[in-house]
């Protein structure tokens, strides 16, 4: 089964297009990438343009792809599930560790 999306966050629209190997599996990718996050929890801002689409990668190299909220720099991570799919985080702020 193949499946599309449409997300507008910030200034951008993004398309989505999914095929995987079974029906549900599609269902849920276009489930979980067309519905992220859209209430921050650290400041309360809950409008499409106040959200941005980033990503980054850490010195292991992992991927991380995120929402993140223009209005205070408060980020809600895709995770993975080890049985594979994705869910979101809510919305947090990074706090550097002290030495």
Do not use: R
Not at 16 to 35: P, Q, S
Not at 56 to 80: F, I, M, P, Q, R
């Amino acid at each position: 089964m193949k499946a599309s999306v449409n997300l507008a966050l910030g200034n951008v629209n993004y398309c989505f297009e999914i095929e995987e190997k079974t029906e549900i599996e599609t269902l849920h990718k276009i489930a979980v990438l067309g519905n992220p996050p859209m209430f921050c929890d650290e400041c309360g801002a809950n409008k499409p343009e106040q959200f941005k689409l980033t990503s980054n990668k850490d010195s292991e190299a992992n991927t991380y792809v995120n929402v993140e909220c223009s209005e205070c720099g408060a980020k809600a991570k895709l995770g993975l599930y080890k049985s594979g799919g994705y869910f979101w985080h809510k919305f947090a702020k990074y706090v550097k560790k002290e030495a």
